[in-house]
């Protein structure tokens, strides 16, 4: 078990290698465009595009080129936005990180919890109006967009109903520190954590369900009650534990594609200046260094979720641990 | 007397119409006897067992007629009280061992499991029990096994461990659906000493489906032997085997190769095949496949009658 655990993160670190090197090669050696002109932005002088080719080391071989790289942003960190003068792009993105993360972690606590609640309930008493109306309620949030809900949200919240008893508690938008102010942490995040994972309950809820009723119709539930087992402890020791394993297969995917910046869309609608916000930004203005850091931390963080997942898998299913 | 099952019918709902899996099997078991229920597949041997233990849920099947344990009626009991007799004084062993183990836990936590959903004992002392019985259905090392994964095992293995699973609380009648089917046939002969062994120490009544007539010839005291959803004869083995009334009786183990003398050529086959629930035929089920088929048989159903060596025949009934 331990020896599948290192064998996996080998294999992470090779692929985030593998990553920053197409990466790399994407921005800075597709044929025909001046890497330089581009992270020296529009209308650049003649004297900071020079400055940016020394910087960059672009009179040097391409190997030269990727160490300097990967040097600026994992070492030295003073990879600088020429778009914005000057702006480091390190610690820029170290300050999104802790919005994405808050959100996303948040929501995702949230999704997970009531899809397996939702989930269970559903299989649980498949056919029932129970049944139907959860899963017509889990097609309903899955059909709303995420930009949409969270507007209206911001209406009812914001607005509209800001002054009434049910909504007073909701602070203005924006993000604050969990360091300074706890409480406001929480409370701002609350309303952004509830529109992210409404979709996600969706569809993890119908997930689920999909696969207890799939579990339940397995030999070894048959085994279950032929042993004198309760419904509820079959339904939960057996059947879920056997079809937690689609589910944490999705929640890799989505939660590592969340965290390295698609939850863009909430982010905007709230107000966070989150990673997506900043990468949204960057390629606004083709602020290329930000680009490429951006990337360079998405791509890592979809592939550590991955691992995380492939870890759960092994606690999940003994049979992944030997070969 | 264990087990009274009398005029059980069992049927399913479908798009096509009423499937009468079960039309009026009747049985009676006796303490520490093995009965061995033969038939060709969907003749309703599993299907009345599975009535048996209570472990038809599907919600299209009606359940009719009357099986007592010990006399106590089980048809229509709560599921709660059904639930507290299975596993603890009806144990039930599987066709595939392959997949009738959850695949995530292992043997020990999944033995426990039973022990402790019927029995008041801590955990510990459910292991030290669950370490007895893997000894006593022959695991080479039962402490090393008790920590392994269905997967780490072999189909015998994981069978002698179902076997391990349905013996932990003592049960009274073991229902065996074709235990060996799935499993080579050295391994078949180990399961079936084994079977032999339990029932001798356990005094526990077993139901043996099957349709290897070989196996039943081995094993069963008493044998009923099943066609399209009814019993067409029964008896004891030597009477059934010396003796074999029915006509499909007969065919089925005229369709044995010897193992001494002369070697037919072809084996005897029984022409057709068995007819479909839905479209049972009139008179006799048996009647299109039967080599002394005539008038009567498609008049009505023949009844098995009573007696301890009984078929369902018209031509046994008239002779």
Redesign the interface.
């Known amino acids: 078990m331990i020896y599948a655990i290192l064998r996996r993160f080998g294999q992470m670190l090779f692929v985030m290698f593998g990553i920053s090197v197409i990466v790399f090669l994407i921005f800075f050696a597709t044929p025909g465009a001046d890497p330089a002109a581009r992270i020296a932005g529009r209308n650049a002088s003649p004297e900071v595009l020079e400055a940016v080719r020394h910087s960059f080391g672009f009179d040097r071989p391409l190997y030269v080129q990727y160490v300097t790289m990967m040097e600026k942003i994992f070492v030295t960190g003073d990879l600088t936005s020429f778009v914005n003068r000057g702006w480091k792009v390190v610690p820029a993105v170290m300050d999104s990180i802790p919005v994405t993360l808050s959100l996303v972690f948040g929501a995702a606590i949230l999704w997970v919890v009531v899809s397996i609640i939702i989930g269970i309930a559903a299989a649980a008493t498949r056919g029932s109006w129970l049944d139907k109306l959860l899963m017509a309620l889990g097609l309903l949030g899955i059909s709303m967009p995420v930009y949409w809900l969270g507007e209206v949200m911001n209406l009812i919240t914001q607005s509209r109903y800001h002054d009434s008893w049910a909504f007073s508690w909701v602070p203005p938008l924006g993000y604050k520190n969990f360091s300074d102010d706890p409480k406001g942490w929480f409370l701002t995040l609350v309303i952004p954590w509830i529109t992210l994972s409404i979709l996600y309950i969706g569809i993890y809820g119908r997930v689920l369900r999909a696969a207890i009723i799939e579990s339940l119709q ?3 539930i ?10 509820t ?1 079959i339904l939960l ?2 059947a879920l ?2 079809s937690l394993i689609a589910f944490v297969t999705l929640f890799g995917l989505d939660f590592g594609a969340l965290v390295g910046g698609s939850a863009l869309l909430t982010e905007v609608v709230f107000g966070l200046h989150g990673i997506g916000k900043l990468t949204y930004d960057a390629l606004q203005n083709l602020d290329l260094p930000m680009i490429m850091a951006t990337v360079m931390y998405a791509s890592m963080f979809v592939v550590i979720a991955n691992a995380v997942v492939d870890f759960v898998y092994i606690l ?4 992944l641990r ?1 070969s | 007397m264990i087990l009274s099952v009398r005029d059980l019918r069992v049927s399913f709902r479908t798009n096509d119409g009423l499937v009468r899996a079960i039309d009026g099997v009747s049985f009676d078991l006796e303490e520490s006897e093995i009965l061995g229920v033969v038939g060709e597949s969907g003749s309703g041997k599993t299907v009345s067992l599975l009535a048996v233990m209570g472990l038809i849920t599907d919600p299209n099947a009606t359940i009719e007629g009357s099986i007592r344990y010990k006399g106590r009626e089980l048809v229509g009991l709560p599921a709660r009280e059904l639930r507290r007799l299975r596993g603890n004084e009806i144990a039930m062993i599987f066709q595939d061992p392959m997949t009738a183990l959850t695949p995530v836990y292992t043997i020990g936590w999944q033995i426990a499991e039973q022990i402790r959903a019927h029995r008041n004992i801590s955990k510990s002392k459910a292991m030290e029990r669950v370490e007895e019985l893997l000894a006593e259905v022959n695991f080479p090392n039962p402490h090393e096994a008790m920590s392994r994964y269905p997967h780490q095992l072999s189909g015998g293995m994981r069978q002698r461990a179902v076997i391990a699973m349905a013996l932990s609380c003592n049960p009274a009648l073991l229902v065996a659906d074709e235990p060996t089917t799935a499993l080579d046939v050295t391994v078949q002969a180990g399961i079936l000493d084994l079977v032999r062994k339990l029932r001798a120490t356990h005094k526990s009544a077993v139901v043996f489906i099957t349709h290897d007539m070989g196996v039943v010839s081995e094993l069963a005291d008493r044998v009923m032997v099943m066609y399209a959803g009814r019993v067409v004869e029964r008896g004891s083995r030597a009477e059934l085997f010396s003796d074999p009334r029915h006509p499909y009786t007969r065919a089925l183990l005229g369709s044995i190769p010897p193992l001494t003398g002369e070697k037919p050529r072809r084996l005897p086959a029984i022409p057709g095949s068995p007819p479909s629930l839905l479209r049972l035929p009139q008179g006799c089920a048996f009647g299109p496949r039967c080599p002394v088929h005539y008038e009567p048989c498609e008049a009505g159903k023949p009844d098995l009658g009573s007696g301890t060596h009984a078929a369902a025949c018209f031509r046994v009934a008239q002779a």
């Open positions: 397995e030999d070894y048959r085994t279950a009650r032929a042993k004198g087992l309760s419904e402890r020791r057996h534990r056997t999940l299913d003994p049979r030997t």
